[in-house]
């Protein structure tokens, strides 16, 4: 089955930690998202991915950071610089690239909760 | 400013109780109007794309059209389990992805 898994489901955060969110694909989309979702509000864009090892800032990166050295996979990583994460982040992929009208599909989402 | 405006912000029906859920648009050069079904703690399942006016698409009880300003997503005859939240999003002429905040849509049976 082809899809987009995101781990773990629910996490929570300490003030001052930094954690991981991670994201695989299996379905060998060249481009990956990271979109944050808070109540209220539609979809932000964090960070995009084109290619193996480039990335992209997307509208709110501050306090975020991303990896891509693999096609599969996109972690994100909320930094103890991002002052109010508590939020439920999307990953998504697509097959071209972000210049597109391509669809994007989505993970199941993580929540990520500050203590 | 790129901008999208979905309504009603919620919508409760009865079951087999038609209605439309509304997307209004202001952007520049139209590239994309996506449609989504989301349920509560899960990513957005992904319904239909329209790229130009007049086009329209259909899957079950849903039905997607387009106008230069706005896309309507018509439910007819609705059930229970069609209960979820419903988002919109334009590919502007960037290519930029704008969401909308959502309508969510409550069917009681």
């Known amino acids: 089955d082809g899809g987009i898994t995101q781990s773990p489901k629910y996490l929570f955060r300490k003030e001052g930690q930094n954690v991981t969110l991670s994201c695989e694909q299996n379905?060998?989309?060249?481009?990956m998202y990271w979109y944050r979702q808070d109540p209220g509000q539609g979809l932000r864009l964090i960070y995009y991915?084109?290619?193996?090892?480039?990335?992209q800032k997307g509208d709110i990166a501050e306090g975020y950071s991303v990896s891509r050295e693999k096609k599969e996979s996109f972690p994100l990583t909320v930094t103890s610089a991002q002052k109010n994460p508590t939020a439920f982040y999307l990953c998504?992929?697509?097959?071209?690239?972000?210049?597109?009208?391509?669809?994007?599909?989505f993970g199941p989402g993580t929540r990520l909760t500050v203590l | 400013e790129d901008q999208v405006t979905q309504s009603p912000e919620a919508l409760r029906l009865q079951e087999g109780e038609s209605s439309s859920l509304n997307c209004s648009y202001t952007v520049s050069g139209l590239r994309g109007l996506f449609w989504y079904r989301q349920d509560p703690g899960k990513g957005p399942e992904f319904l239909f794309t329209l790229y130009s006016a007049g086009e329209e698409k259909e899957k079950e009880r849903l039905k997607a059209t387009l106008t230069k300003k706005e896309s309507f997503l018509h439910i007819t005859a609705p059930k229970p389990e069609d209960s979820a939240t419903y988002l919109c999003a334009v590919r502007d002429s960037n290519y930029q992805l704008i969401w909308g905040a959502g309508t969510k849509l409550i069917i009681k049976p």
């Open positions: 998504a992929s697509s097959e071209l690239d972000i210049t597109s009208t391509d669809t994007q599909y």
């Open positions: 991915s084109q290619i193996v090892n480039d990335f």
């Open positions: 379905l060998n989309h060249d481009a």
